[in-house]
């Protein structure tokens, strides 16, 4: 699964300077970081870090409520002033107030192990799903669940483009017959679209550009002989383009995409950027990641700005690193145990 504290170096110099506070952040903008926490400690947490001072708030979600955010934090989504945090391990997502984190009530999905939130109308929104072979439908304005889509295995991201989501499978050991493509949901009627696009090689990461193409990361298959590679899509399922790795071992593992201008960055072992005009990947990589174990990555379209959570040992408190858009290093900081997940709230 996916996962702050206090070094201060002259902040003139952009080292790792670290400010951190201790009380939930006035601010109204700012980049909120979902620590997993360890499986079964129930220590997931939420982090704030203000870009414009370079302040991190650890611990806020107990700090604002008084009482612990669950097991294994995977996700959120933010609509309008409402953050929607979903808590893996405990079955449930919390809603919450932003900027503030303020609690304001628990949905509660029972046998489940959600994995990422994404409202489809004014009521309705899917859950995607680990374990259950499923998508839940619910009303997140009530809390209930209202039905379900049936998958054919573990489904991680989504994206809404028109009537349609787009939705990540993953293959799953654990689940006998699941294997990765992408989904296709009539959201009009809850129906599912999906051809096995990949020949059960395992889809990695999926970012959605400005356009509405979908970008596929998509795991090498040794026993066939076929190298990973990045796919390009349209909303009907029609490639554009594709980039081919040169070498086995190389992949594309966590992606996020740039909408400004249209660049595609992922973590190869280190961090590469692909613009869209592109025709063949990068041979130099932006950012370099030795010696460290990067579990997420964000992009802030806005400013450029790239956020690299360093896992560590997924144990101690993650290490997040921001650099520039051209890779050059800002500022680094700590958050909280396993930081898997970045939201940019902009009200």
Known sequence: MKQVYIVIISILTFSSCEKE???????????????????NFGNAEVSYYNP??????????????????????????????????????????????????????TITLPNSSPRYFLPINDSLAYVSELYAKKIWVVN????????????????????????W??????????????????????TSNHTLQNANLFNGRDVLDLVIDKAGDLWVGVNEDTASQVKAAIYCYDTN?????????????????????????????????????????????????????????????????????????????FVQPAQISRYHANGDFIHSFTAGVISGNFIFYEP
């Open 165 to 186: 989501v787009f939705v990540q499978q993953k293959k799953n050991a654990l689940l006998p017959g699941s294997y990765g493509t992408i989904l296709k949901i009539n």
């Open 52 to 105: 414009q001072k370079s302040e991190v708030t650890n611990g806020l979600f107990f700090a604002r409520n008084g009482f612990q955010l669950g097991d294994v934090a995977q996700s959120m989504y933010v609509q309008d002033s409402t953050g929607f945090i979903v808590v893996n391990n405990s079955s449930k997502i919390e809603v919450v107030r932003m900027p503030s984190l303020q609690w304001l009530r």
């Open 237 to 313: 399922l029609q490639l554009k383009k594709q980039f081919d790795f040169a070498a086995y071992g190389q992949k594309a593992s966590i992606m996020s995409y740039n909408t400004q201008t249209d660049e595609l960055y992922y973590v190869n072992q280190q961090v590469y950027k692909l613009p869209s005009s592109a025709t063949q990947l990068p041979s130099a990589h932006v950012i370099s990641t030795a010696g460290k174990n990067i579990y997420a990555m964000y992009v802030h379209s806005a400013s450029g700005d790239i956020y690299l959570s360093d896992a560590l040992d």
């Open 21 to 39: 506070k201790k009380v939930a952040p006035n601010a109204l903008s700012g980049l909120y970081i979902i620590n997993e926490g360890n499986f």
């Open 140 to 163: 997140y304005l009530n809390g209930t669940v209202t039905g379900s889509i049936v998958t054919t295995g573990w489904t991680e991201k989504m994206y809404k483009s028109g009537n």
